[in-house]
């Protein structure tokens, strides 16, 4: 924006929105107005719950979920089945299975992949607790729900080795045609993937 | 999401920040997760940026744009020509005429367009002040800077009505091919208006 338009108040404000992922500089200054226009429903409303996220929000210390406990209620979850342990990547992929009710388990989040052209090791990860924990909590399988990519199963290789000399099972999502898609979109790899694991109909 | 994943406080802000424009419910909580991950950089300056600007900024009792004092910057700025009055929709097209450093001229921005059809009349837009302040200020001339929609138009006329009996030249923004843009791709309406606006080469 040209010097002297609005003032500086509004200017941070589309500044911080377009670091949002999904909002660039367009999308944030009409998210600013809109805030502007809905100073009651909207702004107001969401001030708050940001304040209240950053003194609430605080990563669980047992899985690396974030909530406003620790440990999360994901973890405090007595219903879910304690002898299964999903590993997965980011929260935002933990939330993904929730929503989906892909399974009553436990998590535990890495924080991302190892990732050595980044720099990212397995000390940036959250794996140092993973064996002790796996064996405080007597889990019996291990299921890797990484990303399908190279840095994924960089990473879920890593976790198995890691836990390799303990008596648990280790298993990996399967690869296949996504439920609703259409062969002639799908790549060779999971083509391929989805033939070599064929089951019986 | 499923029930008891994470905390209200976190449900709370997915949901505002989902019905910000440009934000659907998938990346309202790509976001809320970004602003977890960057609570030093981005989730407490955000929060105290929204927080100044639903104490400080009003809307301009001259022109109708928003700023943090009243009257406005671009009111108050003695080097823009008081004889031009540019009327816009809303305060994004404001912005966007000063981002193009289109014009040194003050604004009035109507806050909408006409549109019996959704119950917008005379009385819901910045009108009323409108004669007054072209007299007051010894307005010349008043461009109609609205979009050239059917609403737009609508209101372009209501606005020449209303100044029909002032000492005021009216005009409006000229048609023709965008800078930059392809015939191919522009539809009939702007082609011919191009056509009907030709300029000696």
């Not at 064996?131 to 990303?147: S, T």
Request: proline share 5%; net charge negative.
């Amino acid at each position: 924006m040209a010097e002297r338009i609005a003032g500086p108040e509004i200017e941070r404000l589309i500044q911080l929105l377009a670091r949002l992922p999904g909002l660039g500089p367009r999308s944030a200054r009409r998210a600013a107005l809109h805030l502007i226009r809905k100073r009651e429903e909207l702004l107001g409303p969401l001030a708050d719950a940001l304040q209240l996220a950053r003194e609430r929000i605080i990563t669980c210390s047992v899985c690396g979920n974030v909530d406003s406990c620790d440990p999360c209620m994901v973890c405090r979850d007595e219903r879910r089945d304690g002898k299964l342990l999903v590993i997965v990547e980011t929260v935002a992929d933990l939330w993904a299975l929730e929503r989906a009710k892909a399974i009553s388990a436990r998590y535990h989040v890495l924080g991302g992949t190892l990732s050595p052209l980044d720099g990212i090791g397995p000390k940036d990860l959250n794996l140092a607790r993973l064996p002790d924990r796996v064996v405080a909590e007597g889990v019996e399988e291990v299921i890797l729900a990484v990303n399908a990519t190279v840095d994924g199963q960089t990473t879920a290789h890593f976790v198995t080795e890691l836990l390799g000399h303990l008596p648990v099972r280790i298993t990996r999502l399967a690869h296949g045609v996504p439920v609703g898609g259409e062969l002639d979109y799908l790549d060779e790899g999971t083509l391929a993937a989805a033939i070599r694991s064929r089951m019986d109909f």
